[in-house]
């Protein structure tokens, strides 16, 4: 299992994930970020494939490749530089968060490299993708149904979070910009000032 | 040595993500940190279930229940967003002060 050609794939598939994980921060538009990002989980994906984890690496990939062809559109509803012709750095506190991810790292890598992990691979032929399915619906199974009801209560959440009617009225009631300076006067428009579409039901909310 | 290089991999992802989730002033870029940490714990994840506990289902099991909690955390990571757009048409996050003294 562990010939030399695999570790090396092993590698460079490693190499790339890491690097593409950089460029997300480093390159000039969230749109290029966010399918960097889709790359470094696809490199993943296909670890999971050589490290005999068909069905994870496969629902990796599919999964990933949907979720950032979502995330690239709300890159672009959010982002006022998606086209990267203008350097991008939007960062704060950027010397902490060198040093913490640093940390992170080195303290990490010296567990791994410190410590001696048993080494019992998977057996060349076993049907893992049968043993997952069998495990899924088996003894796992309250597990699995957790994570269903999970998954369900996140869709009512996330809706009911984005939704434009608010607990208490319209979501956007009284919204003010932020101001270019701290503490400045409102940026860019305030709700009730011109009838856009949606804005039709509640003039004269107070700002 | 295939599994301390996967998660030597692993490692340097979650350094990363942590930067990232730390350093971004954009809400999405900072959810792209977040994903990133998320990645490393999967490919960790795959690593010892592949070389350490010898095909364990229960190993499968978790990188699945990585991927939900990946799933989770963009769904209702970008409804926050939304959420914080429409109160403060803001899309950083400076602009979030409310909770300060």
Known sequence: ?207 | MTLTIVLLGAAALIGLGLYGALSQQSFVMLMMGLELMLNGALLATIGFWSRAIGGMPEGQLLAIIVMAVMAVEMAIGFALIVAVYRKRQADMTESLGTLKH
């Not at chain 1, 006067?185 to 579409?197: D, S």
């Open chain 1, 1 to 207: 299992m562990t010939d030399p050609v695999t570790d090396l794939v092993l590698l460079l598939l490693t190499g790339f994930a890491v690097w593409t994980g950089w460029r997300v921060f480093r390159v000039d538009s969230m749109v290029r970020a966010s399918f960097s990002l889709m790359l470094s989980f696809i490199a993943v994906g296909a670890i999971g494939l050589l490290l005999s984890a068909p069905y994870i690496g496969i629902a990796t990939v599919f999964m990933m490749a949907v979720e950032m062809m979502v995330m690239a559109i709300f890159m672009v509803m959010f982002m006022m530089n998606p086209a990267g012709l203008n350097p991008m750095m939007m960062v704060h506190q950027h010397g902490v968060s060198i040093a913490a991810g640093l940390a992170a790292f080195l303290g990490l890598g010296a567990a791994i490299l410190l410590s001696a992990p048993p080494s019992d691979p998977v057996p060349p032929q076993a049907p893992v993708v049968a043993q997952l399915g069998h495990e899924l619906l088996g003894p796992s199974m309250l597990i699995f149904e957790t994570a269903g009801v999970t998954l369900l209560a996140t869709m009512v959440g996330a809706v009911i979070l984005s939704s434009r009617q608010g607990r208490h009225g319209a979501a956007d009631e009284g919204s003010r910009p932020p101001g270019l300076t701290a503490g400045g006067a409102p940026a860019g428009r305030t709700p009730g000032e011109e009838g856009g579409p949606g804005h039709h039901h509640h003039h004269g909310g107070h700002g």
